[in-house]
């Protein structure tokens, strides 16, 4: 049964940073290209990143230059680091597999999401 589970979320500043992380079992996590997404009140899931598994990265350009995801296969981890973050960032973001079109590869196993506030 595939298992996701972010966290790292929080309340920041406009230019501060955060780190999230999401660990995926259940999931042949070596195989899958991975990816965030966010969701912010009263709009609907958006991609953010992916990567594949050749560690080929891919971003929304709303976040280009101020997001990198990464992965750590030995740990069933994908990471995002944000910085210069916006008030227009805040979400909740989730992490999933993803294909290449960026559509979820688990569209009926979503985690809770961690939210993530930006604010001053």
């Known amino acids: 049964q595939v298992r996701l589970v972010e966290s790292g979320g929080g309340f920041v500043q406009p230019g501060g940073s955060l780190r999230l992380s999401c660990v995926a079992s259940?999931?042949?996590?070596?195989?899958?290209?991975m990816a965030w997404y966010r969701q912010a009140p009263g709009k609907e899931r958006e991609f953010v990143a992916r990567i594949s598994r050749d560690l080929i990265k891919t971003y929304a350009d709303s976040v280009k230059g101020r997001f990198t995801i990464s992965r750590d296969g030995a740990e069933n981890t994908i990471y995002l680091q944000m910085y210069s973050l916006k008030p227009e960032d805040t979400a909740r973001y989730y992490c999933n597999g993803a294909f290449s079109d960026s559509s979820p590869y688990f569209p009926n196993n979503w985690g809770r999401g961690t939210q993530v506030t930006v604010s001053s």
């Open positions: 259940g999931v042949a996590f070596s195989t899958v290209p």
